[in-house]
């Protein structure tokens, strides 16, 4: 992880949402069932798994498939995520390794490992109050993320339910222990294929939120073909946000 006050100096360097709209259920209620919740007191270098327990409301997220964060009146329902057989999501709430407060959703295989996708919200510091700030800052940071990884990030504006956004495209990141907010790492192949990175960034309601995937593609696909298809995938994960 960054220094406790890396991504708050870089958020800060470069000082109105539109309400977040109905997100779309993003595939909810098909593919595996939630095997299991679990909460972390934080994020850290071996992941949340460390000191994880089972979340009190463990029961209630795998009936309604919703996690919500009620201090920042936002919701996701969970969709499938591609490749997972064994869903079991962890949760992290008021982070603040990176020093700011951070909430994660991470999305993996089973209890162990790294995850497949994960949705982050972030409390942004004092002067970071606009989606042009807020997005400045952030590819800013992901680039020193990305820096001696091999990792090359392009950025390309995006709409969404959410307003402008931000595209990420990292063909070759993999997943890491508290992926995405990690330095990058990369390879050229993994054993089920090659591994694309794809994330977006939302402005909602004065927080910036990540929705990311670590996807893993047929090696005779095309780098076009990859794209494409990172991005029809990141259409059905994103679109479960919503606020109340």
């Not at 591609?82 to 008021?94: S, Y």
């Not at 700030?133 to 952030?138: E, L, N, R, Y």
Request: aromatic share 6%; proline share 7%; with cysteine.
């Amino acid at each position: 992880m960054l220094a406790a006050t890396a991504l708050a100096l870089a958020l800060a360097v470069s000082a109105s949402s539109p309400a977040c709209a109905e997100g779309s259920d993003g595939g909810a209620g098909a593919g595996p069932a939630i095997a299991a919740v679990w909460r972390s007191a934080g994020c850290g270098a071996s992941g949340p798994a460390a000191d994880a327990k089972p979340d009190p409301d463990t029961d209630a997220i795998q009936r309604g498939r919703l996690v919500a964060w009620p201090k920042q009146h936002l919701q996701f329902q969970v969709p499938v995520v591609p490749g997972v057989k064994r869903l079991v999501l962890h949760l992290v709430a008021d982070d603040r390794a990176r020093g700011v407060l951070d909430q994660y959703l991470l999305l993996g295989d089973g209890d162990q490992g790294a995850p497949a996708a994960a949705v982050v919200v972030t409390d942004l510091p004092r002067g970071v109050d606009s989606r042009d700030k807020a997005f400045d800052s952030v590819m800013g940071l992901e680039r020193q993320l990305a820096a001696n990884s091999g990792a090359y990030p392009t950025f390309a504006p995006v709409d969404g339910p959410y307003g402008e956004s931000i595209e990420m495209i990292v063909p070759g990141r993999t997943s890491t222990a508290c992926f995405p907010t990690v330095h990058f790492a990369t390879a050229a192949r993994t054993p089920g294929g090659v591994p694309f990175g794809i994330s977006r960034f939302a402005f909602v309601g004065g927080r910036l939120v990540e929705f990311a995937m670590a996807l893993t593609m047929p090696a005779q696909m095309t780098l076009e073909d990859q794209h494409a298809h990172a991005r029809a995938v990141m259409d059905d994960f994103w679109g479960g946000l919503s606020s109340y």
